[in-house]
């Protein structure tokens, strides 16, 4: 019952900077893992970070590391994704994704997360 809402999309020129929040409308995500996704047009969705909630270990996508970070705010259960130095691939709908927490977690994978937002577009120029 999980459900999650995606904000802070919008134009940017690359090399600037977007937040991107997601608040989840369950009691708790204690025990959970958050994902960032990713698709752009006629591309698969693609892993870009996820975190365990209550560790706030953090995972990122090659392509993304030392320029986006993912954090978490307990009080307002809600997620975001700071994204700098933006360049024109990162061009896509970003979509926050939530499951339980399981051993074994597979954070890379979409079929991973049973909770989806509807997606925030981000569009980078040149």
């Known amino acids: 019952q999980v459900r999650l809402v995606e904000s802070g999309g919008g134009l940017v020129q690359a090399g600037g900077s977007l937040r991107l929040s997601c608040a989840a409308s369950?009691?708790?995500?204690?025990?959970?893992?958050m994902g960032w996704f990713r698709q752009a047009p006629g591309k698969e969705r693609a892993f870009v970070a996820a975190?365990?909630?209550?560790?706030?270990?953090?995972f990122y996508a090659d392509s993304v590391k030392g320029r986006f970070t993912m954090s978490r705010d307990n009080a307002k259960n809600t997620v975001y994704l700071q994204m700098n130095s933006l360049k024109v691939e990162d061009t896509a709908v970003y979509y926050c994704?939530?499951?339980?927490?399981?051993?074994?977690?597979?954070?890379?994978?979409?079929?991973?997360?049973?909770?989806w937002g509807q997606g925030t577009q981000v569009t980078v120029s040149s």
């Open positions: 975190m365990t909630w209550s560790a706030s270990d953090t």
């Open positions: 994704a939530a499951d339980r927490l399981r051993s074994g977690w597979g954070y890379m994978r979409s079929n991973e997360y049973g909770y």
């Open positions: 369950t009691r708790t995500l204690s025990g959970y893992a």
